[in-house]
Nanobody
């Protein structure tokens, strides 16, 4: 499966952009999809994950209550709605997919995701 992110760009603090991610290929066995980000000089971190079909979602504490992950299986689309953005949210955002179980295993563990998009930059200015 190949994820492809779009959206991103520059946004003012407090803004509410939505990042889309389309995915192609063998999508029927996807167990979980997630959004990850990497800020300059920092390690990549998990932001949000969703079990295929939307039964369960998971969030990093830093974005809980501000970001919402969602999925449209009919269009093979994944979304990240970001609200109340802060300059600290500036990062390269990537979406990823995994065929392995993410309910009993950590859903935001980066190493568990095998299929990655190239990422899209989000820059938040104060």
């Amino acid at each position: 499966v190949q994820p492809v992110e779009s959206g991103g760009g520059s946004v003012q603090a407090g803004g509410s952009p939505r990042l889309p991610c389309s995915y192609y290929g063998y999508v029927y066995s996807i167990y979980c999809m997630g959004w990850f980000r990497q800020a300059p000089g920092k390690e990549r971190e998990g932001v949000a994950a969703i079990v295929a079909g939307g039964a369960s979602t998971y969030y990093a504490d830093s974005v809980k209550g501000r970001f919402t992950i969602s999925q449209d299986d009919t269009k093979n689309m994944l979304y990240l709605q970001m609200n109340s953005l802060e300059p600290e949210d500036t990062a390269m955002y990537s979406c990823a997919a995994r065929y392995s179980d993410c309910v009993s295993a950590s859903p935001l563990t980066i190493s568990e995701y095998a299929y990655w998009g190239r990422g899209t930059q989000v820059t938040v200015s104060s």
